[in-house]
């Protein structure tokens, strides 16, 4: 069983930054893409960045590109995302989940695991 659990979230003023990071169990971590996405209250989850299990391909929705950046450790098991220029859309219930392949991928099919989620509240 794996288990994925995020940390990092907060409240920021908008402009800030934040760096999410999401620890994995298990020693197949390296072998698989990641993936973080975001549901804010009253809609649905959200494809924002994904991964490679190598971290040499990465794919990030365009409201993110420029402004957040994914990135991963294989040694600590740990993928992270880093969001600079944090807007108060951006406010969210962040989510990281691993993919059943190595490739990253744009969208939310192919994930198998998920985290429980951390909260990204940016104000005005």
């Given at each position: ?57 990465t794919q990030y929705v365009d409201s993110a590109?420029?402004?957040f950046t994914i990135s991963r450790d294989n040694a600590k098991n740990t993928v992270y995302l ?43």
């Amino acid at each position: 069983q794996v288990q994925l659990v995020e940390s990092g979230g907060g409240l920021v003023q908008a402009g800030g930054s934040l760096r999410l990071s999401c620890a994995a169990s298990g020693r197949t971590f390296s072998a698989y893409a990641m993936g973080w996405f975001r549901q804010a209250p009253g809609k649905e989850r959200e494809f924002v960045a994904s991964i490679s299990a190598s971290g040499s391909s990465t794919q990030y929705v365009d409201s993110a590109k420029g402004r957040f950046t994914i990135s991963r450790d294989n040694a600590k098991n740990t993928v992270y995302l880093q969001m600079n220029s944090l807007k108060p859309e951006d406010t969210a219930t962040y989510y990281c989940a691993r993919r059943t392949v190595p490739f990253a991928g744009w969208g939310s099919d192919g994930y198998e695991y998920w985290g429980q989620g951390t909260q990204v509240t940016v104000s005005s």
